[in-house]
């Protein structure tokens, strides 16, 4: 069965923006049991955080590029079908587009604000077809 948390209009990740991504990624470790796994982005380390039974549930990533003007914060990934037509949509309902998207096709994402201010991250549905890629 395919990975409901993969389809369009769902959540698909979730990451925290922060200037002293090792500090919390300890914090987080200790606090709720979250097990770091670095990821380098060359010339620093971002981190996956792990449940105790090694299922990845949020990225701990410095600010940096496109995030690097944000405020400290969580954000979330929501996959859509079609993120140019869904960038549309941000503006012509009164959202504003943040950061365009780096890349295309599968994964590529954009941070856009919501009209009341909130900042959350629109994707490319990672796995358009329901194949969570296990």
């Not at 780096?102 to 900042?119: E, M, Q, S, V, Y």
Request: aromatic letters at 6%; proline letters at 10%.
């Amino acid at each position: 069965m395919a990975d409901k948390r993969n389809r369009a209009g769902t959540i698909v990740g979730l990451d925290l923006t922060i200037t002293d991504a090792p500090g919390l990624r300890d914090f987080y470790a200790e606090v709720v049991g979250w097990k770091p796994e670095p990821l380098s982005m060359g010339t620093h380390d971002d981190y996956m955080m792990l449940a105790p039974d090694g299922t990845p549930v949020a990225g701990i990533c410095r600010k940096a590029g496109g995030n690097a003007d944000l405020p400290p914060q969580w954000i979330t990934y929501v996959a859509v079908d079609d993120l140019p037509a869904s960038l549309e949509k941000v503006t012509a309902q009164g959202g504003e587009v943040v950061r365009a998207p780096g890349g295309a096709g599968p994964g590529a994402f954009a941070l856009i604000k919501d009209p009341g201010g909130a900042t959350l991250a629109l994707m490319q549905n990672p796995y358009p077809d329901g194949d969570d890629g296990q």
